[in-house]
């Protein structure tokens, strides 16, 4: 029982490493979604959260979802519907602390600047956002392999020292 929980420990902490990094993707396909919508679209900010909405699934859809009603609603600043968002959509997306620090400085920008200045804000955070998906990649193999690994060898020395 002792070698079994360590090794599912271990696959769990492979499943969970993969998943923040498809969220990291999601989010930086969201962003370019939602950059395209603004420069191209020149779409309001409640419309271009619907469409990138639309086009995402998982915690990051979640997220679109709630700014994009609460914009509509109109009751609160973007600051403040982006914070709220994220709070709530933030733990499932697995962030990191710089990372949710970025992505809420991110929200405050948005909605009061002007076109260019949202364009340039939204650029400054994909490539931050490239940058950290680069350096998780480079970790992900040898991370996806040692979790698993470490799991099964914690279980033998429990069990060696239970013996």
Same mark, same amino acid.
């Given at each position: 029982m002792v070698m079994a929980?360590? +090794?599912? /420990?271990?696959?769990?902490y492979r499943?969970? &490493?993969? +998943?923040?990094? %498809?969220? *990291?993707? $999601?989010?930086q396909r969201a962003l370019s979604i939602l950059r395209g919508e603004i420069q191209y679209g020149r779409t309001p900010l409640p419309e271009a959260c619907r469409e990138v909405e639309k086009r995402l699934h998982g915690a990051v859809k979640t997220f679109f979802s709630q700014v994009a009603e609460e914009m509509e609603k109109g009751t609160k600043q973007v600051e403040q519907i982006w914070q709220d968002a994220a709070e709530e959509a933030l733990p499932s997306m697995q962030m990191k602390v710089q990372e949710r620090e970025e992505w809420m400085r991110l929200g405050s920008t948005l909605g009061y600047l002007d076109v260019e200045m949202q364009l340039c804000t939204i650029d400054l955070y994909l490539q931050r956002l490239r940058t950290s998906i680069e350096e $998780?990649? %480079?970790? !992900? *193999?040898?991370? /996806?392999?040692? &979790?698993?690994? *470490?799991? /099964?060898?914690?279980?033998? *020395? +429990? !069990?060696?020292?239970?013996?």
């Open positions: 929980g360590s +090794i599912g /420990t271990g696959l769990w499943i969970q &490493y993969r +998943i923040r990094l %498809a969220n *990291l993707r $999601e989010c $998780e990649d %480079a970790d !992900c *193999l040898s991370r /996806t392999r040692m &979790y698993p690994l *470490l799991g /099964t060898f914690g279980g033998v *020395l +429990i !069990c060696l020292v239970l013996v």
